[in-house]
């Protein structure tokens, strides 16, 4: 009489054939195998690459003059008019040059620019990591149409685990609740596979490393 199987017990068998065959690992040095290769780029090279890449803009500045130069060179092309900075030590920088803001939300449905800090750049993927934490929250680099970040030398990093230990540094315990990474603008492609920026953020993102505020 045959006996009658069913498939689970069938599955079931085969699971336990497979574990008890021996069966050599084909990639045995995988955990030391790096995901990347190896990094012989400045940093700024590498970040302006890879943002340029995803349709960013990125501009080296010397000091606090040489940004808010090019910054006023931007606001004449664009015709920009309703500029937001809700961060202190932006809002300082801008003022030192007499650059026009808004520092409150007044009239924000019409925000044009968006100026913000961040936590991070990343080399690697030219992203910008930002956070809750900063005063800017979570409106001004998602709203206006363009958005302007201005960064140190010293936050740009090679990968992400470096922005990650950055953050840490910083906050310690009291780490933000919300932490994203932006890279180029917004996009997408869900409409017959075309690609369309600025859908659902800023059209376009301008990266300012600023290697002296002073």
């Keep these: 009489m045959k006996e009658n199987v069913s498939s689970k017990e069938l599955m079931l068998k085969k699971i336990r054939k497979a574990l008890l065959e021996k069966r050599d690992n084909p990639y045995p040095n995988l955990e030391e195998i790096p995901v990347y290769k190896h990094n012989d780029e400045l940093l700024e090279i590498l970040f302006a690459e890879q943002l340029t890449g995803v349709s960013g803009n990125f501009i080296f500045c010397e000091n606090g003059i040489d940004f808010v130069e090019n910054i006023l060179e931007l606001a004449d092309k664009y015709k920009w008019r309703k500029i937001y900075c809700w961060e202190e030590e932006l ?8 650059f026009p803001f808004y520092s ?21 993927n030219g992203s910008v990591m930002v956070s809750n934490k900063q005063a800017s929250g979570r409106r001004l ?20 685990k470096d922005a990650f230990q950055l953050i840490k ?31 659902h953020g800023p059209k376009e993102i301008f990266v300012f490393l600023v290697d002296d505020f002073s």
């Design 104 to 124: 409150t939300d007044k009239d924000f449905d019409m925000a044009e620019v968006g100026i913000t800090s961040c936590e991070a750049l990343i080399a690697r």
């Design 141 to 160: 680099s998602i709203y206006p149409h363009h958005h302007i970040v201005i960064a140190r030398t010293g936050q740009l990093v090679l990968d992400l």
């Design 169 to 199: 540094n910083k906050y310690g315990a009291n780490m933000p609740s919300m932490i994203s990474t932006i890279t180029g603008p917004s996009r997408t492609a869900d409409i017959e596979k075309t690609l369309v920026l600025g859908a």
């Design 91 to 98: 809002q300082q920088l801008l003022k030192e040059y007499e």
